[in-house]
């Protein structure tokens, strides 16, 4: 299934790693940019978003490449698109937007990153969907050690934490 450019989601309530719920009224524009060096990404978007035929916002914005998401396929993507919701959800964005350029990724640390992988390895077991989350551990395992993004964490590390996420949760991914 593609991505659709506009998804309104009600509700989405996001079960949280430490024993919290997260709820977040997830309402969050999807914008194709097939000029995106990564498969996704959240940022704050102040302005007009024609794409979606709204004349002003402010607020979160998930870019996704349409390319990259097609060469990954839809297994992989429901794991990116995850970790996106959750940055979002628990408020990421709102904590680093006004700390730095949006459109300079380094603003997302490490630890956010790593936060957003396990929240989303969390959701998507408890919807019960194993797949994605194995293949986002292959994903980031097959990376190894070396870290491509400054602002990222080295895959190994990645695929460790969803891992440890998982196991957490009685699942070996
Ligand atoms: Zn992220």
Known sequence: MRILDYLLVSMLALPGIAGQTTIAAAQVPEIPNANLQDI????WHVGPLPQVGLPMY???VIIYNPI???QVGPVL???FRSHEYCHVARNHIQ???FLGNPFNKAWIS???ELDADSCATATLLAQGNI???RAAFLWFHGQGPIQHVPSHPPGQARANNIANT???MGVIP
Do not use: C, E, R
């Not at 996704?40 to 940022?43: E, G, K, L, P, R």
């Open 40 to 43: 996704a990404m959240v940022t």
């Open 58 to 60: 402010n607020g979160p």
């Open 68 to 70: 990259v998401i097609d």
């Open 77 to 79: 993507t429901a794991f």
């Open 95 to 97: 904590q680093q937007f």
């Open 110 to 112: 490490q630890g956010l």
């Open 131 to 133: 797949a994605s989350v």
């Open 166 to 168: 998982a196991k957490s």
